[in-house]
């Protein structure tokens, strides 16, 4: 079964900072996607960023970016230049096909960015 | 921007009582979702619904839940006789299932459902 492990559950950055977010997960699978979500408080989950498995290239979009290390199944998220906007909780996906493409998610980490 | 929506925001219930979760998914999607979240907890997968039928529910997803989409737009989770363990918030998803859409999830923003 797959999972995934976000062990930061909270973290705070100084605006204009930059901040990585980590997560693992666990598969055998060799074809999946990766994604990094955003909860602004008392809204609703919007996509931050996607990775596909088989690219070796790290999405970027903006001012975040992901380091995806697929032998050693890791995926941060990295935020540049933060901003007040991205407070937040971050949630780590994963997903393969499996009959449906449902979303497997770490437990979160919620950040602060501090003025 | 198309967004999924959810209703109500906050259902209290009495335990044994049945549920209706409500979403309206984003017009064009043809996969549907309901994943929980128990406070504190991580978000958990409990259905699948494409072409008017469940692809894959969890362990989860007992005789107690069920899904439809009744009239084409809308898309409900039922819960039977609720339990205090269901309390949690519940958040439906769509996805357009298009080559293009890279299983991108458009999520709504919750139901909070507390059973007392």
């Known amino acids: 079964a797959q999972t995934v492990t976000q062990s930061q559950p909270e973290m705070s950055v100084q605006e204009a900072e930059t901040v990585t977010l980590s997560c693992t997960y666990d598969?055998?699978?060799?074809?999946?996607?990766l994604f990094w979500y955003k909860q602004p408080p008392s809204r609703q989950m919007i996509l931050v960023i996607r990775?596909?498995?088989?690219?070796?290239q790290n999405a970027t979009e903006n001012r975040f970016s992901v380091n995806f290390q697929k032998a050693a199944k890791s995926f941060s998220l990295k935020i540049s230049d933060s901003q007040l906007g991205d407070t937040a909780m971050y949630f780590c996906a994963f997903t393969t096909f499996s009959g449906t493409y449902k979303y497997i998610f770490g437990t979160g980490t919620r950040l602060k960015v501090l003025a | 921007e198309p967004e999924v929506t959810q209703t109500p925001s906050h259902q209290v219930t009495q335990m044994g009582q049945e549920v209706i979760l409500r979403c309206v998914p984003i017009s064009n999607h043809l996969y549907f979702y309901w994943y929980r979240q128990i406070l504190g907890q991580k978000v958990e997968f409990l259905v699948s619904f494409y072409n008017n039928e469940i692809s894959e529910k969890s362990e989860i997803f007992d005789d107690q839940f069920s899904v439809e989409r009744p009239d084409g737009s809308n898309f409900t989770l039922k819960i039977r006789s609720t339990k205090l363990e269901d309390s949690a918030m519940y958040f439906c998803?769509?996805?357009?299932?298009?080559?293009?859409?890279?299983?991108?999830?458009?999520f709504g923003p919750g139901t909070r459902l507390t059973v007392l």
């Open positions: 990775q596909e498995a088989y690219k070796q």
């Open positions: 598969t055998s699978e060799n074809n999946y996607y």
């Open positions: 998803a769509s996805n357009a299932g298009t080559s293009v859409s890279y299983n991108e999830q458009f």
